[in-house]
């Protein structure tokens, strides 16, 4: 069974740009988050989606963070304009509706 | 806000030695889990203590969870090199979302 797929993985960006991120799930998994990982932290969530629809984004900075899940499979989490504290790595993970998560790799955005 | 705190920060073993890890966290939870994370890579799930559970084996890893004292421990028998890792324990209040502690770094010297 594939795992949570995600990408890029690495980004460089200057402050005040814009970046994106994506993520497929496991095949099947109807629940969807995204975690924002600062150095010598643990995850912190960001946003939970079920199938398409979004059930808490309420520790999202919704200023300057968008996310999306297109039917209910692949998601993008966005960052418009990126600041410095924004560096972090951004995990994305599924659950089939289970208390378990499945975590991807993760992307590291370093904003200078 | 992160709901567990993990102790110690950091921990140097020899390969062979055991390796324990405490969490406390502060309100109530339906499940505590434990999570790997090898440097630069995802989380990975290792074991999962339900709140009416008090102790929990998976191999290598023994948990246990005293709801009483809001605190759990992870222990690794017989470590390994393979170990060395970043371990996070996560509760859940039975929404399906976790909230994490801020790991202990688990070195094992060969």
């Known amino acids: 069974e594939a795992g949570v797929a995600q990408s890029p993985r690495y980004k460089i960006i200057e402050k005040r740009q814009s970046v994106a991120f994506w993520c497929n799930p496991i095949?099947?998994?109807?629940?969807l988050y995204w975690y924002q990982q600062i150095l010598g932290q643990g995850p912190k969530l960001l946003i939970q989606f079920q199938n398409n629809g979004v059930v808490d984004d309420s520790q999202l900075p919704k200023d300057r963070f968008s996310a999306e899940r297109l039917k209910g499979v692949d998601s993008t989490l966005k960052i418009q304009p990126a600041k410095l504290e924004d560096s972090a790595v951004y995990l994305c993970?599924?659950?089939?509706?289970?208390?378990?998560?499945?975590f991807g790799p993760g992307t590291r955005l370093t904003v200078l | 806000s992160q709901q567990g705190e993990e102790d110690p920060q950091a921990l140097s073993i020899q390969e062979g030695e055991n390796a324990t890890m405490n969490c406390s966290y502060k309100?109530?939870?339906?499940?505590l889990q434990w999570y790997r994370q090898n440097s630069g890579r995802g989380l990975v799930h290792l074991i999962l203590?339900?709140?009416?559970?008090r102790e929990k084996h998976s191999g290598r890893l023994r948990v246990t969870l005293d709801t009483s004292k809001k605190s759990s421990s992870l222990l690794i028998t017989a470590s390994r090199a393979a170990d060395t890792a970043s371990y996070f324990c996560?509760?859940?209040?039975?929404?399906?979302?976790?909230?994490f502690g801020a790991g202990t770094t688990v070195t094992v010297r060969a």
């Open positions: 996560a509760t859940d209040a039975n929404d399906y979302k976790l909230s």
């Open positions: 095949s099947g998994h109807a629940t």
């Open positions: 203590i339900r709140s009416n559970e």
């Open positions: 309100t109530s939870i339906n499940n």
């Open positions: 993970a599924s659950s089939p509706f289970t208390h378990e998560q499945f």
